[in-house]
């Protein structure tokens, strides 16, 4: 949970919550799937031979799409959208209380591209844990969580001896386009790309990703969601290290919404 990889589409919840934050973008607004050309690089859908294309903005988050993604990077603009980059704490260490906590690998001096292809979490690194805490404050209202394993210290009699409370670090979102993300978040389990995660009675929300490593042929896949999505309590993500069949676990972590 503490080295890097390239998180992918799970990072479209991220340039989601700027986009309705930022008021540039809204869930039934109208969105076109159609390539995008920056800098002589065509910014494709990843159905490549059918794209989607006219859809609502929401359904673009169910079914993926990039370009949808890049449109919104470019309408927030280079210096806000890596405002958000920097707000959900990917330019720092979460702190955790763990030895070993890696920082992931983000543009110095970002260009238009650089923002294009981060925008559906390519060409950078981050951490899982990173990702998770970012995860929870989309859940929880907006307020990004420092996490915390342990809750607290018992002597053998049962006698709390030491409390550990949640630690806020920041607001990064406001309650109105967390719980807007998470109905959207929720919708691409029940309908999108998240559907085999769909659980009948239960409301799950979440993002799946597959992201390039620096291996040819070689994948990640992931899954970063948090339940129940009305009145969440668990974030969970799982990550596949180049995955084939029902094998190759990568890892997984939880965390509770809250910290």
């Known amino acids: 949970i503490l080295d890097t990889y390239e998180p992918g589409s799970t990072f479209k919840a991220i340039t989601t919550a700027a986009g309705l934050e930022e008021d540039v973008i809204h869930p039934?607004?109208?969105?076109?799937?159609?390539?995008?050309?920056?800098?002589?690089?065509?910014l494709r859908c990843w159905r490549y031979y059918n794209p989607h294309g006219h859809e609502t903005f929401r359904e673009g988050v169910y079914n993926s799409c990039n370009p949808v993604f890049v449109r919104v990077a470019q309408q927030l603009g280079i210096e806000r959208f890596y405002k958000y980059v920097e707000a959900f704490g990917f330019n720092e260490k979460t702190g955790i209380s763990l030895p070993g906590e890696q920082l992931g690998l983000f543009h110095e001096n970002p260009q238009e591209i650089d923002m294009a292809v981060a925008s559906f979490g390519q060409r950078?690194?981050?951490?899982?844990i990173q990702l998770i805490c970012a995860y929870?404050?989309?859940?929880?209202?907006?307020?990004?969580?420092?996490p915390r394993l342990i809750k607290e210290l018992t002597d053998s009699e049962g006698n709390i001896v030491q409390k550990f409370e949640p630690e806020v670090v920041r607001n990064v979102i406001s309650k109105k386009t967390s719980d807007?993300?998470?109905?959207?978040?929720?919708g691409v389990v029940s309908e999108g790309t998240g559907r085999n995660a769909y659980v009948k009675g239960y409301r799950v929300a979440g993002k799946t990703g597959?992201?390039?490593?620096?291996?040819?042929?070689?994948?990640?896949?992931?899954?970063?969601?948090?339940?129940?999505?009305?009145?969440?309590?668990?974030?969970?993500?799982?990550v596949l290290d180049d995955p084939k069949g029902d094998s190759h676990m990568g890892g997984a972590v939880a965390a509770p919404v809250a910290g």
Do not use: W
């Open 136 to 146: 929870s404050a989309i859940a929880n209202g907006g307020q990004l969580m420092k």
């Open 180 to 186: 807007t993300l998470r109905e959207i978040l929720e």
């Open 28 to 42: 039934d607004d109208m969105v076109s799937d159609a390539p995008v050309m920056i800098a002589g690089h065509q």
């Open 124 to 128: 950078f690194t981050i951490t899982p």
């Open 210 to 238: 597959t992201s390039e490593t620096t291996e040819s042929d070689r994948y990640i896949a992931s899954f970063s969601a948090f339940a129940p999505a009305d009145n969440p309590v668990i974030c969970v993500l799982v």
